[in-house]
Structures are given as C-alpha cells and as structure tokens.
C-alpha cells in the first residue's frame, strides 16, 4: 500500500495489510490537521519503507513531547516513529487505496469540538494504554 503527502514529494510504503484506524480528538490533532479529527494508525518498523522525500520532512515537537512531522514543501502531515516504540504513527489520509478501513477507537473524547459528532468504535475520554490501542487497531472485523 502506498502514501503519499499532498505534493507528492514524500512517498511511503506499507508492507502489510492495513490495520483498522483510529481517531483523536485533542486540540493539538485538530491544530495539526484543521478538521474535529486526526484519522491515523501505527506500523511496525519492519512493514514501513520510505520511498521518497525523507529530506522534505521536518518535525514540530512540542515542549510536552508532542510530535508532529510534515512535509516541507506542503505541509501535510508524515508518519513518524512513536517515541520508545518499534513503531511508525501513519496519517490515514495519506493512503492511496482506502478500502476496507474502519475506525475503531476514538481516544480524547472529552476534548472533542463541540461540533465533532463521534460514529460508531469505541470511545476513551483520554489516551488508552498504547499496547490496548495498537491491539484493538490489529484485530479483525468478524
């Protein structure tokens, strides 16, 4: 499967089956994307492959450690390791094939937009353990 930013320059491939999605709802995913929610998954190192662009990428890190990678040239936002982890946090929008995703988790509910309205997965107020998130997005629909 492959991603890419919005001018093109940053490529990326994923090496497996796309896990299910999920959606957080804090201020700084709305900030960093403009819209009630910042659609995203995580991949392990191993399935992850640049293709292209990695010198377009640079990184907004917040004094509280919040991270947010994006391309240069036009500001979408990039995958980026998960600090202390094995994993890549992947933008869901950067996806060209979409089939078959689902989102399953919601995490910040509690500081959603008083306009987002949440459908359907499950609902944290705040952010879960990372390994109950990352087994939820791996499990399959039945």
């Not at 492959?2 to 700084?28: A, D, T, W």
């Not at 987002?116 to 399959?140: R, Y």
């Amino acid at each position: 499967m492959i991603g890419k930013c919005l001018c093109g320059k940053v490529q990326f491939e994923i090496l497996r089956e796309m896990p299910n999605l999920y959606q957080c709802h804090c201020s700084l995913c709305r900030k960093v994307t403009g819209t009630s929610a910042n659609a995203a998954t995580f991949i392990e190192l191993e399935e992850f492959n640049w293709l292209s662009g990695q010198e377009h990428i640079r990184s907004y890190v917040k004094d509280t450690g919040f991270r947010s990678d994006f391309c240069l040239s036009c500001g979408s936002p990039v995958p980026n390791v998960l600090t202390n982890t094995d994993m890549y946090w992947v933008p869901a929008g950067l996806l060209e094939e979409t089939d078959g995703f689902k989102v399953v988790q919601h995490i910040y509910s509690e500081s959603k937009a008083h306009w987002d309205v949440i459908c359907g997965g499950e609902e944290h107020a705040e952010m879960p353990s990372l390994e109950s998130l990352n087994k939820a997005l791996k499990q399959t629909s039945s």
